[in-house]
């Protein structure tokens, strides 16, 4: 799933369905994204992991069924980091 072709490593559903039968380690995955999203240099990156924040973490349909599937500490950092990489301090 990592070493797949960008396409298809950055396609939410097929990552979506591929967590709700718990066929992804999610520790290992969200260290993964996180290092893959290089400080926000990698924008396919950056716009996935934003896709899959929303989908588990806001989506309110979703969040109880899988908040203690997700787990994206790591991801989430390195999103507010690129982020607040991008923003000047006054805006933030």
């Known amino acids: 799933m990592t070493t797949c072709r960008e396409d298809l490593r950055y396609n939410i559903e097929a990552v979506d369905l591929l967590i709700s039968y718990q066929l992804v380690l999610m520790q290992q995955y969200d260290v993964h994204l996180a290092h893959s999203m290089e400080n926000g240099m990698n924008y396919p990156a950056v716009v996935f992991a934003m896709q899959l924040v929303q989908r588990f973490c806001t989506d309110i349909d979703r969040l ?21 990489h991008f923003m000047p301090l006054t805006i933030r």
Do not use: C, F, P
């Not at 950092?77 to 982020?83: E, G, M, V």
């Open 64 to 84: 109880t069924v899988r908040a203690q599937e997700v787990s994206s500490v790591h991801s989430t950092t390195a999103l507010d980091l690129s982020i607040g």
